[in-house]
Every structure is written in C-alpha cells, then in structure tokens.
C-alpha cells in the first residue's frame, strides 16, 4: 500500500511552498552532471559544488544539468534561489508523492513525471521513480531520486553529434527526455502482457489457488500503471498544442508524436484491465464448477448409500420378532437387494445425465 499512498504527514501545519523531502532517502551525496552542448562542441562536466552550475544557466549553448538525489534540501533551494524558481515548484520536487502535471511560468516550464521501470531482483515487480524536468530557452535542469536512467543513449548522441539534438534548442532535449520516458513505458508493458499471457494459459489449463494472487497482482499492477501514466496526456497535450512560447513550433510535432505512444499505452492498459477482469471471472467461474463437480459426487455417493443406510438401520434394531433373521439365506438376499438397489440408481442418475 505504500506505493500507492505515500506518507505526506511531515508536511503538515507547514507554509506553502516549504520543501520537504517526501520519499525513500537515498544514502549518498548529490551527484551533479552537466552537458552543454551546441552544434560544433559538447562539454561534460561532473559538478562538486551547485554554485558551479549557475554560470550555465546564461550560456548562449544549450546546457542539460543533470542532479540525482532529493534529499539535500539546502541544493535544491540554492539552485532554485539562483534560477529564480517558484517555492512551490520546488516543494513538488522533493515530494515524490505529487501527481504528474505541467507548470508554464513564462521563462521556463516546469514537468513532473514518473520514470518506471522493473526492478533489477525481482522482475515482476516496478519502480516508480519521480522526475522533474525544468526547461527553458538554453537549459534543461533533470530532478531524479536516483542515479541510473534511461537517458544514457541521449547523452552519446549529444556527445558523438549523432542526429538532430546538437543543432535543436533546449524544447528539444527535453522532448527527448520525456521520449525516452515514455518509449520505456513500452518495455514494461510488454512485460506485464506476457505475465498476463502466461497466467491466462494457466488459468485455462489448471487453476491453482496461487493464479489469485498473480491476478491479483497484475492488476494492481495495472492500476499503479494507469495512476502514473495518465495525467502524462494533459502534460504533452498542453505542449503538442503550441500553448507555451517556450516550444518551437517545428518541437510540436515530437511532442505530438510522443502524445500518441501514451494514448496507445493507456489504451493497451485499458486492455489489460478487461482481460485482467474476465481472468478473475474465468477464474471464480472455474473454482465454482469444481466445487459444483465435488459436490455432484458427494451427493451421488450420499444417495447410493441413503437406501442402504435404510436397511441396515433396520436390520440393526433390537427387536425378538423378526424372521429374516433366521432365514438361512437372508444375509445373501440382503447383500442382493442392497447391490441391485445401489445399480438401480446409478442407472437412474446416468438417464438423467447427472453423472
């Protein structure tokens, strides 16, 4: 339950805007990279101190500053001060518990979103990492809880000038990014879909008391999912739409491009909820077909022996008149009677089709 419900307690009775750090603390300092770039030089550098990077925010080159880890408070607010960030967009960054959503103030545009991905133990189970990206004109700032992303391939093609990204703007790197995002979501998907493959041919086969509980789990999964994905929509809606000045309208393509990936995943997720559903019917429907098929032969043994029950019931009584019982064949006769009685109804349920 923790990972639908984070615990936002510490915030209470505080001032807006106040940042907090809501999550998982990561041991471990604040690892800073940036990589400033244009169209005939890409530059890395590994950052020590945050007041390093402020020079890169009025380079006429566009810089991509990079910062894994939430939990220095202090950072955040120095480079917020020295951008001139709003204190409530920095209170979204440290709170890995807020929604994904879009800020357009003007100079810049501030992104939260969920990077997802399967766990590297156990991988049936996702990591949910919260994102902040803040762009502008000439720099893209990335917020995220942990080293180790997805954005690896992006960082070699700014280095090596592979494709377009040296010679776009700062609206580019950060459709890039926010591609990235989203093209992984693929991957996991894929994943979850052959999990639920998997169980439904189990399911058909043999259902087991454990098929519950894998059910159970892809579709809370599934919802998980659909909670982090969704509000993606009204984010590059708002940006494939033109309305901020800060996204170029050759950009607006690429963001309309990445618009349909999450429509076409939120669709494959809709999918999987109904087959998800029709799985938990399937399987209940089975688990009351056997119950019903234990319960056909217990009632049919339960009616063999009623009859029998019957006569031996009698037979068992304590009375001095009774004169079977001193018949020499009486044993045999009864034996007789009871064997042609139990054939008589199994006869009996076979015309009905009961058997």
Known sequence: MARYVRKVSEKAGLPPGTAVHIG???????????????????????????????????TPSVSWINIDGLHDIRLIEQLGAHFGFHPLFLEDIVNTASRSKIEDFGSYVFIVLKMLSQDRDDGRKIVSEHVSLIFSEKYVISFQEREGDVFDSIRKRIVSAAGRLRTQGADYLAYRLMDAIVDNYFTLIESIGEQVDDTEEALMNMPEKETIHVIHRLKSENLFLRKSIFPLRDILSYLERGESDLVKPETRVYFRDV??????????????????????????????????????????????????????????????????????WSYPVLWMVMIGMGVSLLVFFRKKKWL
Do not use: C
């Open 259 to 328: 618009y349909d990936h999450t429509i076409q995943i939120m669709d494959t997720l809709e999918t999987l909820r109904d087959v998800l559903s029709g799985m938990m019917d399937i399987y209940l429907s089975s688990m009351s077909n056997r119950m019903n098929e234990v319960m056909k032969v217990l009632t049919v043994f339960a009616s063999l022996f009623i009859p029998l029950t019957f006569l031996v019931g009698v037979y068992g009584m304590n009375f001095d008149y009774m004169p079977e019982l001193y018949w020499r």
């Open 24 to 58: 998982e603390r990561k041991p471990g300092r604040v690892r800073i990279r940036v990589l400033d770039y244009d169209r005939d030089q890409a530059a890395e550098y590994e950052i020590r101190d945050i007041r390093e990077v402020f020079r890169f925010r009025d």
